[in-house]
């Protein structure tokens, strides 16, 4: 179970091809740029990131997938 219940909140991870930090987006790929990151609202939406996270991570794409806290404001994102 996530740990952030009712935050806003993105998922992120380290590439394993180059350990570069990403953020899951909306088309399910992982990005470099956190303004594209999908935002989880509500923990149903928290716990399916993560789901895609634990998927992704045993297909040995990602590594270390967790969710971290966001704010949002006019549109950007901002670490909570």
């Not at 394993?16 to 989880?40: H, K, P, T, Y």
């Not at 991570?57 to 994102?77: F, K, M, Y």
Request: aromatic share 6%.
């Amino acid at each position: 179970m996530s740990k952030i219940a009712s935050a806003n909140s993105v998922l992120t991870a380290n590439r394993l091809s180059d350990g570069v930090v990403v953020f899951l987006d909306f088309e399910g790929a992982w990005n470099e740029n956190i303004r594209e990151a999908v935002v989880a609202h509500s923990p149903d939406e928290a716990r399916a990131l993560e789901d895609r996270g634990a998927y992704d991570a045993s297909r040995n794409l990602v590594v270390e997938p967790h969710l971290i806290e966001v704010r949002e404001a006019d549109g950007t994102l901002f670490l909570a």
